[in-house]
């Protein structure tokens, strides 16, 4: 009988789930969630000496503790008791010392209304409440995480107050004091959720792209057991997640050692199994190949180990460190003397990416993709774009960088496209490469796929010539207004017409007057010169044997035939700007030539000129002498 009523009360015991004014918790002593999922009570860690109030699971064998209370100040013996005090909070005290508590709630609460109670809920959630009708909530411990992530906590920030929910790890696997590694949003620039050492960011999950962190894209491919709620308004931004199936027990924690964790716990082998983890790959650590590179850890060129190249239109900043693998420099822009503003730019796509750092990015989640273009290309100091949740409704909001392009890596079957600008000469250059890998790709093409290369080409080269004829016209009405200008100061006459050229040269390019030259050159300004930009450089570089110098190197290491095909591409660009017409190749042969690794390619001629003819003019008797003016101009034949 008397064993009889040792159970009774034993188990009476064990299933309060309260602490209250007459109701207190002592070592030895446990309360339990009314669904007996998590247990309260004190704890050591280990070997470890101290004692500690902590939750943890109560039907699972190995003891999994989710929440402590005192992780900073452990009590070193076995008198702690975890209480409701006279104020109506939970406090904990050593021994007989009441005066100072240990650890306490530390709440406010109205006087006459300090009749609270403390209960454990099957969440994992300990919440102290005013025990009344209305049961106002008070405190919770949800507001106070340790180093786990429980279904239906928050991380994230209150932006009205500044209240910050996020994780931070313990100091060892026998101290649960606050570590040095901590998990949260940081809502700077856009929201993006990163893992801390310290002050410095050591991974960044990246931004929400309306169904996962772009930084981790195991969460579509294998997180069938959770739902993810992602909150971002003017009030609060904040993460929260839920179970999809109630039987599932899945944690998420940051341990000791600055890893990110993910288990499920297994009841037939009773254990945790751990099935993700972050960092853990070289491409996940923050920066590890510096500003405007990329960071691939299935690079296509095995020898390149470290996955770091330059995103197109930069090369390393330090060749000497880059090549010896030592990427943490980056990358700088290629051609620093050729303008990215008004001056025929654009941007080249970068595919299946973690997008950069977005803390140096603005968003406007109004702006489809095509507005986002145009507003990054009107802005000068915009670097790049990208859709801001790019897997919510096919696409929502704009993401643009105004500074270097930080901590963007690779996938090899995931991630959002990336827009980075580039200046005239890597556009053509990139889609001249481009072309040649998607006939590479495609083999012999059908009639199909010639014509869609046929409008794609024609489509380029026509938009070079529009582009290149409105910054003639502006800046001929540009040097128009200017109030010193005089037509006298160039000793130019109106005798010089378009029918003094020789249209036999190169019949199929377009005729200015020389005053409409003169004006749009700023009066032969040697920072107008033809060939500085342009053909000009890249023709300079083939007569020299030096064409492999203008690729971009975030290309990566060729090897000696991908070089091959480099050159090749490059060698076919300057056939297509040839000065004379009946040397240029027709489209047909420049599909077929790309596609075609056999076919026999002629050594380019120089890019086309226009050459004026002598002219003699009447003026007092005097003679003409020989004008030459060079016109670079591309034109569909």
Known sequence: MEKLLLCFLFRFSVSIDTISPIHSVKEGNIIVSSGNVFALGFFSPGNSRNHYVGIWYNQIPEQTVVWVANRDSPINDASGVLSINNQGNLVLHQGNQTVFPVWSTNVSIKTGSKNTVAQLLDSGNLVLFQDDTKRTLLWQSFDYPSNTFLPYMKLGLDLKTGFEWFLTSWKSRVDPGTGNYSFRIDPTGFPQLSLYRGSDRLWRAGTWTGRRWSGVPQMVQGYVIINVSFVNNEDEVYITWGITFPSIITRLIVNETGVQQRFTWDAKENRWIGFWSAPNELCDYYKHCGPNSICNTYPVDKSNSYGCSCLPGY???????????EGKSGCIKKR???????????????????????SVASAQLNLGLKQCEKMCLGNCSCMAYATAYYEMDRGVGCLMWHGNLVDTRTYPDDGQDLYVRVDAVELVLAFLFALAQYAKRRGPLDKNGILAILIVLVAVILFTVVVTCYLVRRRIKGTRRRKNYRSSSLFLKDSFKTNDFDENSSADLPFFDLRTIAAATNNFSPDNKLGEGGFGPVWNLWKESKAMEIVDSSLGEYSSSQADEVLRCIQIGLLCVQESAADRPTMSTVVFTLGNDKAVLPPPNQPAFVVKKAHNVDAGGGTGSNNEVTLTLVQPR
């Not at 090369?315 to 010896?324: A, D, N, T």
């Open 336 to 358: 620093s003397n050729v303008s990215m503003c008004q001056s025929g730019e654009g941007f080249v796509k970068v595919a299946q990416v973690k997008i950069p750092d977005t």
């Open 315 to 325: 090369e390393p900043k330090l060749p000497e460190q880059w090549y010896l693998r």
